[in-house]
């Protein structure tokens, strides 16, 4: 019986996808239409009524369930009915969109990484698909490795060598997808080079440069409803990094909250999960050490939203850590301070502190790093204990050398 019931829906459902795509009106219960002696059938093809205009059937690529077109305007609604027509017979031809793909792309990694990170494939893409678009390219199968490698160096915007690799690297995991998934035809992803950057150490802000920040940010003229409404605030947000290594993404969700006294300390210990990791890592959680005097005066200052001191309602973390990006940016500038921006200040927390004699584990597990070696790749020449010991074994092997030791 079961069998019976699944063959009878199975030929009624290839019935259906092999209607052709169909447009008709949803009469109403008191249009003229009943008055007719036309069949139940017939009537969906009356068009001499205000009714609404519906489609169903299958085009040449997919196959469209019964909806509203949201119009009863018959030249709309058949300028529409067209427009999927033409549309369907255009991917049989040229493949999908750009931005049918890029759309359906970030849709099916929203469960795998970040809001960070979809954030920066988001930025990435529709650079893509503007560059794309003044070339008068629409569809994926249009995309050529002589145009991907132009995009690379003029779609991208000014941006740093190390971002560049990075962006480069997401771009090819796009176009990896887009030949799993039969988007593009040819493995655009091998042939597409990466982009080569040195890995730069860690420049941290001088004193003098974190005073003239500070500086100009209290003489900023409160304006707008986000960060410079609030100056003070808004330095209190700056100062946090500073002194807790925080990246921005986790200091405009700092919840004074969830902090515990740690009584032998007399600091405030912060715990929280990062908010940069990997979808399907473990997460983590990390302590980072407040002073009482910030805790204080975050308590007392104005904070942006009801509930946290650094969070604006309506926004999202991407967003929101771009405004803070842009903000220091202009700072910078009126300053005088090169490369102003906020992940800075997480490095100068972490060249204080190893500066200081805390030892690289130590300021490795504060800063929440995998592992000890991404501190010291990123900090190797402000590691002293390092400098020191390799100056012990250079002066020993002269010693040994004058000696005649072998």
């Known amino acids: ?82 427009t999927l027509l033409r549309g369907a017979q255009d991917q049989v031809v040229h493949g999908p969109s750009i931005t049918d793909c890029t759309a359906r792309y970030l849709a099916a990694r929203k469960s795998e990484v970040s809001d960070h990170t979809l954030g920066e494939y988001r930025v990435m893409l529709q650079r893509l698909q503007d560059y794309c678009a003044t070339r008068n390219i629409q569809y994926m199968r249009e995309l050529t490795i002589d145009l991907l490698e132009d995009f690379k160096l003029d779609g991208m915007g000014d941006i740093a060598d190390t971002t560049k690799r990075v962006t480069v690297g997401k771009l090819k995991t796009f176009l990896k997808d887009a030949h799993r998934r039969g988007w593009i035809l040819l493995p655009l992803h091998i042939t597409l080079l990466s982009h080569f950057a040195e890995h730069n150490q860690k420049e941290p802000y001088p004193d003098a440069e974190i005073e003239r920040i500070f500086d100009a940010i209290e003489n900023l003229e409160p304006s707008g409803t986000g960060y410079r409404a609030i100056p003070a605030s808004f330095r209190l947000l700056l100062e946090l990094m500073l002194e807790t290594g925080l990246r921005v993404s986790d200091a405009i969700r700092f919840d004074p909250r969830i902090l515990k006294h740690d009584v032998d300390s007399g600091m405030w210990v912060y715990s929280f999960v990062q908010t940069k990791r990997k979808r399907k890592e473990r997460p983590r959680i990390i302590d980072v050490y407040i002073p009482n005097a910030l805790k204080l005066a975050i308590d007392r200052c104005q904070w942006f939203s009801s509930k946290l001191p650094f969070w604006r309602d309506g926004w999202t973390g991407y967003n929101l850590g771009q405004r803070i990006w842009q903000i220091m940016q202009a700072i910078g500038k009126s300053c005088n301070v090169s490369d102003c921006r906020p992940h800075r200040l997480r490095d100068t927390f972490a060249v204080r502190k190893l500066l200081q004699g805390v030892a690289i584990g130590d300021v490795s597990q504060l800063l929440g790093h995998a592992s000890v070696q991404t501190t010291e790749k990123d900090y190797a020449k402000w590691i002293p204990a390092r400098s020191r010991r390799l100056a012990k074994v250079v002066a020993q092997s002269l010693v040994d050398a004058g000696s005649g030791a072998l």
């Not at 969906?44 to 009524?49: I, P, S």
């Not at 489609?55 to 305007?73: A, C, K, N, V, W």
């Open 1 to 82: 019986m079961y069998r019976l019931r699944y063959k009878i829906w199975y030929i009624d459902f290839m019935a259906i996808t092999r209607t052709p795509l169909t447009l008709y009106r949803r009469h109403k219960d008191d249009c003229e239409v009943h008055k007719t002696n036309l069949k139940p059938r017939e009537k969906r093809n009356y068009m001499a009524c205000g009714c609404a205009l519906w489609i169903f059937g299958s085009t040449e690529t997919s196959y469209l369930p019964r909806q509203s077109l949201g119009t009863s305007d018959l030249a709309v609604g058949q300028a529409k009915f067209k």
